[in-house]
T-cell receptor, first 114, second 117 residues
Framework: DAKTTQPPSMDCAEGRAANLPCNHSTISGNEYVYWYRQIHSQGPQYIIHGLKNNETNEMASLIITEDRKSSTLILPHATLRDTAVYYCIVRVAVSGGSNYKLTFGKGTLLTVNP | DTGVSQDPRHKITKRGQNVTFRCDPISEHNRLYWYRQTLGQGPEFLTYFQNEAQLEKSRLLSDRFSAERPKGSFSTLEIQRTEQGDSAMYLC???????????????FGPGTRLTVL
């Protein structure tokens, strides 16, 4: 799986948009970008994923650059409960019985301040 | 709650003892993964099952570790002769891979925190 680069930490004011960047310059054409977050002492929580197009769901938006070498996760109105470690993961497409494990880095600690 | 569940949530044991953890995946999910997370690190893959078949094991999974998913539903992870280095959070995730879909989304349980004294 391609490696990803994320800033170790970021701050955001409550109610403002949180924009979390991720670089994945060696991504291949069949690799997806996944985002998970982990609140302290809990299991990782799935947020969103995408291949080429921008994606939006009830939690967040994912913006993938046209060359696919970077992406941004956007939390439109951050709350204190969004304070967590956010992981950007690049994952090869699954086929047949192939695995696909998630390879986590250290992620970005997002702290939402009141 | 229809999410992934894990039992126990916490386990404290003495070095040399055996421990077993259980994971109940989301109903009808055909894939089940085990990960381990140590302090300050992201989760690391241990092994995974497709239905009842264990298809891959990480090098992290020493011969003291064994995992089963006997009927393709719940799974157990056993650690024999525990060592202090086994202290970690053990996470289970499940997913559903259907037909020709090229990706499956893994949903994680709350984890089992193991402390080996």
């Amino acid at each position: 799986d391609a490696k990803t680069t994320q800033p170790p930490s970021m701050d955001c004011a409550e109610g403002r948009a949180a924009n979390l960047p991720c670089n994945h310059s060696t991504i291949s054409g069949n690799e997806y970008v996944y985002w998970y977050r982990q609140i302290h002492s809990q299991g990782p929580q799935y947020i969103i994923h995408g291949l080429k197009n921008n994606e939006t769901n009830e939690m967040a938006s994912l913006i993938i650059t046209e060359d696919r070498k970077s992406s941004t996760l956007i939390l439109p109105h951050a709350t204190l409960r969004d304070t967590a470690v956010y992981y950007c993961i690049v994952r090869v497409a699954v086929s047949g019985g192939s695995n696909y494990k998630l390879t986590f880095g250290k992620g970005t600690l997002l702290t939402v301040n009141p | 709650d229809t999410g992934v569940s894990q039992d126990p949530r916490h386990k404290i044991t003495k070095r040399g003892q055996n421990v077993t953890f259980r994971c109940d995946p989301i109903s009808e999910h055909n894939r089940l993964y085990w990960y381990r997370q140590t302090l300050g690190q992201g989760p690391e893959f241990l092994t995974y099952f497709q239905n009842e078949a264990q298809l891959e094991k990480s090098r992290l999974l020493s011969d003291r570790f064994s995992a089963e998913r006997p009927k393709g539903s719940f799974s157990t992870l056993e650690i024999q002769r525990t060592e202090q280095g086994d202290s970690a959070m053990y996470l289970c995730a499940s997913s559903l891979l259907v037909g020709t879909r090229m990706t499956d989304t893994q949903y994680f349980g709350p984890g089992t925190r193991l402390t080996v004294l």
